[in-house]
């Protein structure tokens, strides 16, 4: 199998006029209704697990359709309607002067007390971070579109040109740091691409591992450390590659319940972020590794480590890796035969096996043999 | 106060063949001693705070010098003296192909059943990773310096030119991400530097503000985000712009323990790393905020946050901030007068305030009053 890079799918644009109208016409929509002496309200897709489920049509986590209506005029809902208004008026000012916050800057910045009450808008960051999920549900449109900034985490090392406001620069040519992904993506752009592929890489120390055996240069492909679980920068500059680039996608993770939880995070969504899966996600990505075919494989018996927690048919269990391992069994988006038969076998013999445990070899080993052959050989986990 | 740049103290020069020659003789002497017929052994600094010490000359958290001496024919100790020929051999290979590896890599590498026996060389990383602090502190040689990569974290952005292998970059033209900083700098050159001083920060949201508002730009500054605790390759980047490029280091963290302890960690060096203070910490590194006083100047009472855990004088306490906070105040390193204060303050008003909170006066505050404000008129701790 020989990864090319595809015909994009779409094309992506960012307008903040578009956010800027969603918002404006909400906010007119309170307003008529107040001046009517009608209740105001917010109509608010419903969050957690029973509103959740799989899209085999488009293979992703996915919202339901059931909504809960947000009163003014009710006791239990006018402290969040409140809260909904100053927030919207907040990120107006955002999207409308250019300008970013973090999610603790938007809390910081709208505490204070209502004039002539003792009352504050907000006591904790835990009562502005749902209310600006809310938004994204209610407007379809992306925190980072708000100009509300995720936490960075991630960087990105191979031959693509990326363009960020003025400055144009080689993302091959920063010797062997690499591009720090920074929070929000939307803005950026790729004039140059000269990969053929994208691997993305759990740890920064098999990240680093890679660029010094000069992997992308030789293999032609970028490579995106998600230094542990991905953040959203980073899984919406995958989606982006993918989508609008036409880069193929191999994720390489542990072989361990929390790498592959990375993986399947970045293929169908999560759970807390369903809403958000069809701009977020990347359905058409590949495993490359580890898998528990892998031990036997290439030897790597003697390197593997055992399961952490409690087996299921011990007192106490199940626990820790074994826990989550029976979770994923029953998530209908781990259900191909294959990655069945990965969990199951994890399960039995009690073992997960690292990305680095690859040095065992030597080296040069993952660069040199494992990732080639097995990429070449197109033995990748749907 | 103008801070500018000053005359470097020391040039920095990274030699591989120094670091080999060190490695050998203690391997000649190994095998001198086995060659007739006495008992070797490596005499190896003992870990620990009972050997470790404020050093009010050098403003340094260091090691004592308590040895104790690690006997081939011991059977308590011949298992760490073959654990420490074996990784030994192993770092001369990585340097000497000038081959990097993580700590992990270095023991999954290493880790083999010893021929004719069901021994294995090593069960655990636990095993590993203190050999090599131990050869860190037998030899005065960094990790880094032996190739062993330390955990990347941190990134860079201002007006500098990087110099990593072959690629020339100036750290202002990367957009808004910036340069990821990799887990080992000792390679790593500065041909350009255009900036006055050096800015370290805690948070990345607060980096990115400060991006966002062109405060690099505006105070001619190197902005170097931690991302938390500084990593030892972060550190290692401060000691060697403030001693080799003559750059004044400012840090600015959260106001609570565990902001103050990173601020600490860059300046004195850690109890744990005492050995290597000399190295990667940077004693005339100076504090400009959060501090409690900031919260009565810039009347943020109202975006305080509660210090957590129990206080001294409840039952079950002191746990959490108060417990942190109360090993401050005894560390010889924090007795200055104005730390104290500060320490003293947070402990009697029972609260904590955030970079971030300064967002509740407006964005631009932070990057246009509190810091320039601050660093003109010389209101930093020491």
């Keep these: 199998m020989k990864l090319k890079r595809q015909k994009p799918k779409e094309k992506f644009s960012y307008d903040p006029q578009k956010v800027l109208k969603k918002l404006e016409d909400l906010a007119w929509k309170i307003l ?39 009163y003014f005029l009710n006791v239990a809902h006018a402290r969040k309607f409140m809260q909904t208004l100053i927030l919207m008026a907040y990120i107006k000012r ?11 800057e938007a809390y910081y910045a709208n505490k204070h007390t209502v004039p ?10 835990s009562e502005s971070d749902p209310i600006i999920e809310d938004l994204e549900r209610m407007l379809g449109v992306l925190r980072e579109e708000m100009h509300i900034t995720a936490d960075r985490r991630g960087y990105i090392y191979g031959d693509i040109v990326i363009k960020d406001g003025e400055d144009e620069f080689n993302a091959s040519k920063l010797g062997t740091g690499g591009w720090a992904v920074p929070g929000t993506v939307e803005h950026i752009q790729f004039p140059e691409i000269n990969v053929d592929y994208v691997l993305v890489v759990e740890t920064a120390a098999m990240a680093d591992r890679l660029i010094e055996e000069k992997y992308p240069k030789r293999e032609n492909c970028l490579i995106v450390a998600t230094q542990g679980q991905a953040s959203r920068g980073v899984r919406r500059l995958i989606h982006r590659l993918h989508y609008e680039e036409g880069l193929p996608i191999i994720v390489f993770t ?89 969990l199951k076998l994890a399960l039995k013999w009690g073992v997960r096996i690292e990305q680095q445990a690859l040095a065992n070899k030597s080296l040069e080993f993952v660069a040199k043999e494992y990732l080639p052959e097995k990429i070449r050989e197109g033995k990748l986990l749907p």
């Design 32 to 70: 008529e209704e107040a001046k009517s002496g009608k209740n105001p309200y917010f109509d608010v897709p419903t969050r957690g697990l029973n509103n959740v489920y799989f899209d085999e049509e488009s293979r992703l986590i996915r919202l339901g359709d059931r909504l809960s209506r947000r």
């Design 254 to 342: 542990d072989g361990d319940p929390y790498g592959w939880y990375i993986y399947s995070t970045i293929k169908r969504g999560s759970i807390n972020l369903a809403y958000l899966s069809e701009k977020l996600a990347t359905p058409d990505a590949k495993f490359v590794g580890m898998t528990m075919d892998d031990i036997k494989e290439y030897n790597l018996e003697n390197v593997t480590e055992k399961l952490k927690g409690i087996p299921p048919d011990k007192k106490g269990g199940p626990t820790g890796d074994y826990k989550r391992l029976i979770e994923e069994l029953n998530y209908p988006w781990f259900q191909d035969k294959e990655w069945q038969r990965q």
């Design 94 to 104: 955002l999207v409308s002067e250019g300008k970013h916050a973090s999610l603790r």
């Design 116 to 125: 002539g009450t003792r009352e504050n808008t907000f006591e904790d960051q």
